[in-house]
Protein backbone atom coordinates (compact mmCIF):
# COMPACT_ATOMS: atom_id res chain seq x y z
CA UNK A 1 0.00 0.00 0.00
CA UNK A 2 1.31 3.14 -1.20
CA UNK A 3 1.80 6.20 1.59
CA UNK A 4 -1.22 8.32 1.74
CA UNK A 5 -1.24 11.51 3.94
CA UNK A 6 -5.17 11.54 4.38
CA UNK A 7 -4.56 8.05 5.63
CA UNK A 8 -1.44 8.57 7.96
CA UNK A 9 -2.68 11.37 9.03
CA UNK A 10 -4.90 10.02 11.85
CA UNK A 11 -1.67 8.83 13.46
CA UNK A 12 -0.06 11.57 13.92
CA UNK A 13 -2.70 12.53 16.85
CA UNK A 14 -1.18 9.51 18.79
CA UNK A 15 0.05 9.44 21.73
CA UNK A 16 3.33 7.88 20.14
CA UNK A 17 2.71 9.97 16.77
CA UNK A 18 2.64 13.71 18.84
CA UNK A 19 6.30 12.26 20.18
CA UNK A 20 7.68 11.41 17.20
CA UNK A 21 6.03 15.15 15.84
CA UNK A 22 8.16 16.85 18.11
CA UNK A 23 11.28 14.88 17.29
CA UNK A 24 10.88 15.29 13.74
CA UNK A 25 10.00 19.48 14.52
CA UNK A 26 13.32 19.65 16.26
CA UNK A 27 15.25 17.70 13.90
CA UNK A 28 13.90 19.58 11.10
CA UNK A 29 14.27 22.74 12.30
CA UNK A 30 18.29 21.70 13.46
CA UNK A 31 18.92 20.72 9.77
CA UNK A 32 16.97 24.43 8.37
CA UNK A 33 19.49 26.13 10.84
CA UNK A 34 22.61 24.40 9.45
CA UNK A 35 21.56 24.71 5.68
CA UNK A 36 18.64 26.47 4.68
CA UNK A 37 16.40 23.53 3.00
CA UNK A 38 16.37 19.56 3.90
CA UNK A 39 15.39 16.80 2.02
CA UNK A 40 12.98 14.22 3.40
CA UNK A 41 15.49 11.43 3.80
CA UNK A 42 17.44 13.62 6.62
CA UNK A 43 14.76 14.28 8.27
CA UNK A 44 13.84 10.72 9.02
CA UNK A 45 16.90 9.19 8.87
CA UNK A 46 17.64 8.94 12.82
CA UNK A 47 14.11 7.88 13.33
CA UNK A 48 13.06 4.17 13.59
CA UNK A 49 9.33 4.46 14.24
CA UNK A 50 6.71 3.76 11.29
CA UNK A 51 7.74 4.84 7.91
CA UNK A 52 4.49 6.46 7.05
CA UNK A 53 3.84 8.05 10.30
CA UNK A 54 7.11 9.97 9.86
CA UNK A 55 5.99 11.38 6.49
CA UNK A 56 3.03 12.21 7.78
CA UNK A 57 4.17 14.17 10.39
CA UNK A 58 6.35 16.26 7.97
CA UNK A 59 3.34 17.07 5.79
CA UNK A 60 1.70 18.26 9.15
CA UNK A 61 4.02 20.57 9.26
CA UNK A 62 3.95 21.52 5.71
CA UNK A 63 -0.17 21.32 7.12
CA UNK A 64 0.30 23.56 9.61
CA UNK A 65 2.70 26.38 7.31
CA UNK A 66 6.03 25.08 9.50
CA UNK A 67 7.16 23.65 6.28
CA UNK A 68 6.80 25.01 2.34
CA UNK A 69 7.84 21.88 -0.03
CA UNK A 70 9.55 23.06 -2.91
CA UNK A 71 8.07 21.76 -6.11
CA UNK A 72 10.53 19.20 -8.20
CA UNK A 73 9.31 17.51 -11.01
CA UNK A 74 12.43 15.13 -11.04
CA UNK A 75 11.43 13.49 -7.65
CA UNK A 76 10.36 9.96 -8.50
CA UNK A 77 11.22 9.05 -4.24
CA UNK A 78 9.26 10.35 -1.03
CA UNK A 79 12.71 11.03 0.50
CA UNK A 80 13.80 13.00 -1.83
CA UNK A 81 11.20 15.76 -1.39
CA UNK A 82 12.78 19.61 -0.41
CA UNK A 83 11.43 21.84 2.13
CA UNK A 84 12.10 24.76 3.27
CA UNK A 85 11.54 27.04 6.33
CA UNK A 86 8.02 28.79 6.00
CA UNK A 87 10.32 32.45 6.42
CA UNK A 88 12.96 31.14 3.55
Known sequence: MPYN???ARHDVFTESGLIMYV???DRVKHLL??????????IIQKQTE???TMLACVDRMVEL???VEIPNT?????????????YS
Open 65 to 67: GDL
Open 50 to 52: DSW
Open 33 to 42: TESGAVRMGE
Open 74 to 86: YCKAGQDRIFVGK
Open 23 to 25: SIR
Open 5 to 7: YQT
